[in-house]
């Protein structure tokens, strides 16, 4: 800051002091607000005080407005909702100044935006807006993304997102009422975590595409924004239009008054970078679903199921769709067939192949089904808590053949299948190998796991980024990451919620949370003289203790190292006939449209 902008610091905040103290109410309570406000001043740089000053000249101004500030004006706008946040108290942490700096900074910038679609999910516009872009959630974002992205790039997305927001709102919390008491309070915080109103991609798109409110209004009623991550998407299209529609001339207008926070040259029209949007591509890559039937004890009422989208996936989800295109390409081999055997076609062929295709379809559409719940059926028998299934790739095997080199002697993948499935135990993990009553193929115990991650992979040139479950292993003076892509997991005892909208971070929660498990006594056991062990085994597993030469240590490597008999998993051998008829069936429909044609010409002739 130069000597000229400093000098009109100084003034505008001796302006400002002096308009504070005007509005100072009396009592101990006005005094304290003043302090607040006063010492407040002194933090904020040239910027924001010109936009107070802009804000303070308007007919219209919030400051003045007891909506924001307790009571109306200056003192009680910067005192209590800012400045108040600066020291710790019972009910929230201590906030730094820079982020209270950001916050009131988007407040002046954006105040049309929040006039017009209201203040309840503009601070959430905000963040998501920040996500999508790649910024970050502590900085302003008027600040970071004019010049990044442009002041009118930025003015188009937040106004977006709010107008989403706002909307998708009074859709997830429609049934919400006062009757329901402070469970109310736990729903509403569900509600506002079930909008999802700006993602990367959809961001990429308005950056592109630049749509009027009507068309995407038009797409949300398609289900086309499904595809860029948005949900809810069945909402009140008048409502969204009317939303959309408030700003949507004025926006130049708005924007055009910070043109030179912009860019320079052709910047403004980038669009965001690949490691942006995260958390939401973590979220629309894995589906949750409660475990099916009726359940008949807490633990199943309280489990949920966690799958990675994949083809697979999404051939159950469209199975309607697949049986119909089925149909249809066995009509298209059937008369292939037929005109090469020289059959002459009837209606009951055509039928009979339409048939044969649909049930190839159904077929492979419970085949699907089967594999994905036989593994949810044999991990309620293998842990109450949770368990993982990964593939099995290079990156993991790597790493085990470091530790474990034994396991591949005259075996190229140490035994293990293509699906790794993992069990939590309460004293570690268990890598359990081939078969329908497979063996304990790797043992690791919590002391020798410290922390569980989830690195992050480079973006995928063709389908959807791998997210791995990375065990971080030391033992014997060897330090390795034992990661691999997660495909499925049984998770129970978790807020669905939380599952649903940070899955990754949910199942590592949850890990790090069943580490503590072998620091208590197990259950049933009796308490007398574990007290001791128990802070020790803490001490341990936090690591503020060395493991090394401890009686825990040769205990984890004796648990490790135990022989173990093979696990038996519930309903494996059923499954696995099950899903040799669904194959033999959907073969034999295949090779039928196929093959009937020249039988029947051969039959005829």
């Known amino acids: 800051m130069d000597g000229d902008e400093q000098a009109e610091r100084s003034t505008a905040v001796e302006r400002l002091r002096g308009v504070a103290r005007a509005d100072a109410r009396d009592g101990v309570e006005g005094t304290l607000e003043l302090q607040r406000a006063l010492e407040f001043l002194e933090k904020l740089d040239l910027r924001i005080l010109r936009e107070i000053e802009r804000e303070l000249a308007r007919p219209d101004n919030m400051i003045a407005s007891p909506a924001l500030g307790a009571h109306g004006g200056l003192t009680a706008f910067l005192g209590t909702r800012y400045a108040a946040a600066f020291p710790a108290s019972r009910y929230h942490p201590s906030t730094p100044v820079p982020q209270i700096r950001a916050r009131l900074l988007d407040t002046l910038v954006f105040r049309e935006i929040r006039i017009a679609h209201g203040g309840t999910m503009f601070d959430r516009s905000v963040r998501g807006v920040q996500g999508a872009l790649g910024l970050s959630p502590r900085d302003s974002l008027a600040d970071t993304g004019f010049p ?20 998708q709102l009074s859709r997830t919390s429609a049934h919400i009422t006062a009757s329901m008491g402070y469970s109310g309070m736990d729903a509403y915080a569900d509600a506002l975590d079930a909008c999802h109103f700006m993602t990367t991609p959809f961001a990429k798109h308005l950056l592109r595409s630049r749509p009027d409110p009507g068309k995407l209004v038009a797409m949300a009623a398609r289900g086309r924004l499904d595809g860029f991550g948005i949900s809810p998407t069945d909402i009140d299209g008048d409502r969204l239009l009317a ?20 860019p320079t040259g052709n910047a403004g029209r980038r669009q965001p970078p690949d490691t942006a949007g995260r958390e939401d591509e973590i979220r629309t890559s894995f589906v949750v679903s409660r475990r099916p039937g009726r359940p008949r004890t807490a633990g199943e009422a309280e489990q949920n199921h966690l799958s990675r989208r994949s083809w697979a996936l999404l051939v159950q989800e469209h199975r309607t769709q697949l049986a119909t295109v089925l149909a249809v390409a066995a009509i298209a081999v059937f008369w292939w067939s037929a005109r090469a055997a020289s059959l002459e076609l009837s209606g009951r062929l055509i039928a009979l192949a339409a048939v044969m295709g649909a049930v190839a379809g159904a077929a492979l559409v419970a085949l699907l089904d089967s594999r994905a719940q036989a593994f949810f059926r044999a991990a309620e ?100 990451v034992l990661g691999f892509p997660l495909e ?75 022989p173990r008999p093979p696990l038996e998993l519930a309903g494996a051998a059923a499954a696995r006939r099950e899903q040799l008829v669904l194959g033999v069936v959907a073969v034999l429909m295949a090779l039928g449209c196929v093959l009937v044609p020249p039988l029947l ?5």
């Open 243 to 262: 939303e959309l529609s408030k700003l949507r001339d004025r926006l130049p207008e708005l924007s055009g008054a910070y043109s030179t926070w912009g």
């Open 381 to 480: 028998g293998l842990s109450m808590y949770m368990v993982l299934q990964g593939r099995r790739d290079a990156q993991f095997l790597g790493p085990l053949l470091t530790l474990r080199p034994d396991l591949f002697a005259g075996a190229r993948h140490a035994g293990l299948p293509r699906l790794v499935t993992v069990v939590v135990e309460r004293n570690g993990v268990l890598f359990l190998g081939r078969g329908t009553c497979p063996p304990v193929v790797a043992a690791f115990h919590w002391l020798h796991v410290p922390p569980i991650t989830a690195p992050e992979d480079p973006p995928a040139r063709l389908g959807r980024r791998k997210h791995r479950v990375a065990f971080d292993v030391r033992r014997d003076g060897t330090e390795v």
């Open 148 to 167: 990044e992205y442009g002041a009118p790039s930025v003015f188009l997305l937040l106004d977006v997102a709010a107008s989403f927001a706002t909307v």
């Open 601 to 605: 010409a051969l039959l005829a002739n």
């Open 488 to 562: 499925r997991a049984k998770v129970a005892w978790t807020q669905r919620s939380y599952l649903e909208n940070k899955p990754l971070e949910a199942v590592l929660a949850l890990l790090q949370g069943l580490r503590h498990t072998w620091a208590l006594s197990p259950l049933g056991a009796p308490n007398g003289g574990e007290d001791v062990d128990t802070s020790e085994r803490l001490r341990l597993l936090s690591g503020a203790e060395p493991v090394a030469g401890t009686r825990w240590e040769q205990e984890a490597l004796d648990w490790e190292s135990g």
